[in-house]
């Protein structure tokens, strides 16, 4: 919105053009000359050579997780490129990440303040907002215990451990039924738009006690929305790294801006219901609790209130917008797995039959049980590494890693799928093999193997979700392949080319499903 009515650069003439261009050029010489002294005893960062202005956009490719990975092989786990006119740091190899993000951690915990940024949530996210560190530090606090206490709360009644594994088993019990009506009805279903409404509905449940029926039009425009969130929130958008780019009109960021509009408007509206039947006495979801803590402040004269109502309440935006994008991204991406590897999909239901039974629902509490289960959802996470790059991070004051000078507020993409690729960590790689995570016994969980898939980021900004999306994955697909036999269309092999964002989906399709008794 703001984007659009900033005033459209009007007609220049061929002269002022030139002017123009050739100051941008003396400027960026200019500065890269007198840019970053490097400190004695520390190197300079290598990478490929950035041409004026652009930088290193047209060496990027439309999958920036590739190319970055390929320099890497040609530069180390640490180096420069450079997009448009900004220097970003990428990192790559399990150590390497390892020492910046949890050995380094305080200093490599920022967020870069890329302009697209301050579209997401009015620019009061949690995850995305250069926040400083007091406050989304606080901020992360609450939302970690709402969501601690929102998911383990006791169920309404016995038959379940806690909350949240009764709203995933309903919800995967509502999916079941809903992928066998549509088959009947069609023959044919589409995996991420039933089951990003399953997953938004548990998200739904914690945060505004609430869920919504598979055909609701309005849940349904907004989770499928995600798309254009998920291309210009990765590695950002190119007019967060050639700024005159952010005065011409641009599709994508127009798509962006509304899609954010209209997400912050949806939680809104639900929060102003939230207040205005808010009880003291009954707090009723994560909404409430984060609106009583705001009451309580103001009843405490000690307060601390550097953090806004707005601010705390806003939490709920990031709750829900990373709650049900992610976790269906990886189910989705799970169904496609089954279908592909037929042989697999029957391994894992004969371990439910012989572990779990037909008879019963699987619970939470049955995980140690089912080993190849948890190595095939571990190594969907390694081989579709969906989430390629975690959200940029930024360096919080001069550092340097691996003996390279890093100066502050430097941008930092941190590359999972490079990480979870890498040739020196895993065999064959490019190969999906649940074996890889299985002990030699074939019967328990390799930990020390599932320990390097790096899929939540790490450190001082790692997930605050993963716990809840550790749990959703586990149960949803043991509830869907306890109940259901999944296959493609005849003569149709699914297509698993990922689309490029912040999470990487697989293209749309049609896939077949039937109840096994
Ligand atoms: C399979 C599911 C999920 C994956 C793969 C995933 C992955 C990630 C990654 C890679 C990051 C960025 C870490 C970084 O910047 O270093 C992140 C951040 C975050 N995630 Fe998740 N996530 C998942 C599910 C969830 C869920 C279910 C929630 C909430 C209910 C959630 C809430 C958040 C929040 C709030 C942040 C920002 C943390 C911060 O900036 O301090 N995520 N997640």
Redesign the pocket.
């Known amino acids: 919105m703001a984007l659009m009515n900033l005033p459209v650069v009007g007609p220049i003439s061929v002269c002022e053009s030139l002017v123009a261009v050739v100051t941008v050029c003396v400027v960026y010489l200019l500065l890269r000359l007198l840019s970053t002294q490097i400190p004695e005893g520390l190197k300079r960062l290598p990478g490929p050579k950035p041409l004026p202005i652009i930088g290193n956009v047209l060496e990027l490719s439309a999958n920036p997780h590739l190319s970055l990975t390929a320099m890497s092989e040609r530069y180390g786990p640490v180096f420069q490129i450079q997009i448009g006119m900004r220097p970003v740091v990428v990192l790559s190899g399990g150590e390497t990440v390892r020492q910046a993000?949890i050995k380094q951690g305080e200093e490599f915990s920022g967020?870069p303040d890329l302009h697209s940024f301050q579209y997401i949530s009015d620019g009061k996210s949690?995850?995305?907002s250069t926040d400083q560190a007091g406050v989304?530090r606080g901020r992360?606090k609450l939302?970690l215990s709402a969501?601690r206490f929102f998911s383990t709360i006791e169920g309404s009644s016995s038959e379940y451990s806690c909350v949240l594994e009764e709203h995933i088993s309903k919800e995967g019990m509502y999916l079941v039924e809903q992928l066998s009506t549509v088959m009947k009805a069609n023959g044919t279903f589409d995996p991420f738009r039933h089951i990003v409404v399953s997953v938004a509905n548990v998200?739904c449940g914690?945060c505004f006690g609430r869920r919504y029926s598979h055909d609701d039009q309005e849940l349904l425009s907004i989770v499928n929305l995600s798309h254009e969130f998920s291309q210009v929130a990765s590695t950002g958008n190119p007019a967060d790294f050639i700024p005159f780019l952010r005065f011409l009109p641009s599709r994508t960021m127009k798509a962006f801006m509304d899609m954010n509009d209209r997400f912050t408007q949806f939680v809104q509206k639900i929060v102003r219901e939230h207040y205005i039947s808010y009880d003291k006495n009954n707090i009723r979801d994560i909404t409430d609790s984060l609106i009583d803590h705001c009451e309580d402040r103001k009843l405490d004269e000690n307060s601390n209130t550097q953090i806004s109502d707005e601010k705390v309440v806003g939490?709920v935006n990031?709750?829900?917008g990373?709650?049900?994008d992610?976790?269906s991204?990886?189910l989705s991406w799970a169904v496609m797995y089954l279908v592909t590897y037929p042989e697999i999909q029957e391994k894992l239901h004969q371990e439910l039959r012989e572990k779990v039974g037909m008879d019963r629902l699987p619970r939470l509490t049955d995980k140690s049980n089912l080993p190849f289960l948890e190595a095939f959802i571990t190594e969907v996470?390694r081989h579709s590494s969906?989430?390629p790059?975690?959200?940029?991070?930024c360096t919080t004051k001069n550092t340097s890693l691996n003996g390279f000078f890093i100066p502050k507020d430097t941008c930092v993409f941190?590359n999972?799928w490079q990480v979870n690729h890498d040739p020196t960590v895993w065999k064959e790689p490019t190969d999906f093999s649940i074996e890889r995570f299985l002990n030699a016994d074939g019967m328990s969980i390799n930990k020390l193997e599932a320990e390097k898939v790096m899929?939540?980021?790490?450190?001082?900004?790692?997930?605050?979700?993963?716990a809840?999306?550790?749990s959703?994955?586990f149960l949803f697909l043991a509830i869907l392949l306890q109940r259901l036999r999944f296959y493609q269309k005849p003569g149709q092999a699914p297509d698993m080319t990922p689309e490029y964002g912040l999470?990487m989906k697989h293209k749309r399709c049609q896939l077949s499903a039937s109840l096994r008794t």
Do not use: N, S, Y
């Open positions: 993000l967020r949690l995850a995305f989304w992360r939302a969501l998200i914690m939490i990031d709750l829900f990373a709650g049900f992610t976790v991204t990886f996470f969906f989430v790059f975690t959200i940029p991070h941190v999972q899929m939540f980021g790490l450190g001082k900004r790692r997930c605050i979700g993963e809840i999306a550790r959703e994955v999470t």
